[in-house]
């Protein structure tokens, strides 16, 4: 593979999105005590919802299973607790070893999608700033950075599967497409612009991950499969 620089995804692929969404729904339930119930029992039934087809609605459906109308103020009250809380979360014991073994050979950087505020205050929690020598959350990016492009001004929503991260990643760390590795775990949209661009891709299957869909086609299927980062290290030396 010959890389020079790999690439992280954040959610699933570093830690955990699921230890991000217990300590959100712990937040949110802590914070609205007085309007929901008790904490515990508030925090455990949105959990619970985020293991079913309610996982995109949990405060609505949480409403819905406490008794309390529809109350869409509330629900925009308790998104932005949710989006805007301390995360209490860590990086898995492989990803970290994976950025101790990685920090001297690589150049190493981050790629997420998310919303901007949510996605730094996971970044800052998992203290990956002084870590990575670039982090793009796709949410931050507008139309001034794809000045000079074939598709400046044609879009609002620059994230993956979208092309412009991986371009200005590649340029911002000085290392060419087919040196680069993008390491991610979803496989429904996280390959297919690296892998456009000329880039390798790997993807890591978490036990426990929220996404689990397959590929869409060959296209946005990865080059390599793992289920720890304790194997990358066979594929890129």
Not at 33 to 47: E, Q, V
Not at 72 to 77: C, H, N
Request: glycine share 6%; hydrophobic share 40%; proline share 5%.
């Amino acid at each position: 593979m010959n890389p020079s620089a790999i690439i992280f995804d954040l959610d699933d692929t570093l830690y955990l999105e699921r230890d991000y969404a217990i300590s959100g729904f712990q937040a949110v339930a802590m914070a609205f005590a007085n309007r929901l119930g008790p904490p515990d029992n508030i925090a455990a039934t949105m959990l619970s919802l985020f293991d079913t087809e309610h996982r995109s609605r949990v405060f609505d459906q949480l409403l819905r299973e406490i008794g309390m109308a529809d109350d869409p103020s509330l629900v925009r009250e308790m998104i932005e607790t949710y989006r805007n809380h301390q995360p209490a979360i860590s990086l898995l014991a492989d990803a970290e070893r994976a950025l101790m073994r990685q920090a001297e050979r690589f150049r190493l950087g981050l790629i997420t999608d998310g919303h901007s505020h949510s996605q730094w205050n996971k970044i800052d929690a998992l203290k990956l700033r002084d870590r990575l020598e670039a982090i793009i959350v796709t949410s931050d990016l507008c139309d001034s950075d794809c000045a000079g492009r074939t598709y400046a001004g044609q879009f609002t929503n620059y994230g993956k599967p979208f092309p412009l991260a991986f371009e200005l990643m590649s340029e911002r760390i000085g290392v060419e497409p087919r040196h680069c590795v993008y390491v991610a775990d979803n496989a429904a949209k996280d390959f297919i612009a690296p892998r456009k661009l000329g880039w390798r891709t790997v993807q890591i299957q978490r036990v426990g991950g929220v996404h689990t869909s397959p590929p869409i086609n060959d296209a946005a299927a990865p080059h390599h499969v793992i289920q720890t980062f304790d194997l990358l290290d066979e594929l890129i030396m």
